[in-house]
């Protein structure tokens, strides 16, 4: 269904649109704009997975005393929001 969408004749299609709605002036800024929400966003992803990789190692020893201690039950549910801190 989607195949060959980004064709290089596509993308200069498209801006060409581009530059018609917004400008020469307004495309550098979009640009711009664009790069540095994508840029934050895998900031902040590779924040949470770091997290989530320390707060699993944190875990694992103190986890594997609990499971041997535990039912099987108890072992299976997974961690719940009020479990795993979260850094704004």
Do not use: C, W, Y
């Amino acid at each position: 269904m989607f195949e060959g969408l980004l064709q290089p004749m596509h993308l200069l299609v498209i801006l060409i649109i581009a530059m018609f709605v917004f400008g020469p002036k307004k495309l550098p800024e979009l640009g711009k704009g664009l790069g540095e929400g994508i840029r934050g966003f895998k900031k902040a992803m590779n924040e949470i997975d770091t997290l989530a990789r320390s707060e699993t190692s944190s875990t694992s020893g103190s986890q594997s005393s609990r499971m041997s201690s535990s039912s099987p039950a108890e072992a299976a549910v997974p961690a719940t929001n009020a479990d795993i801190e979260v850094r704004k």
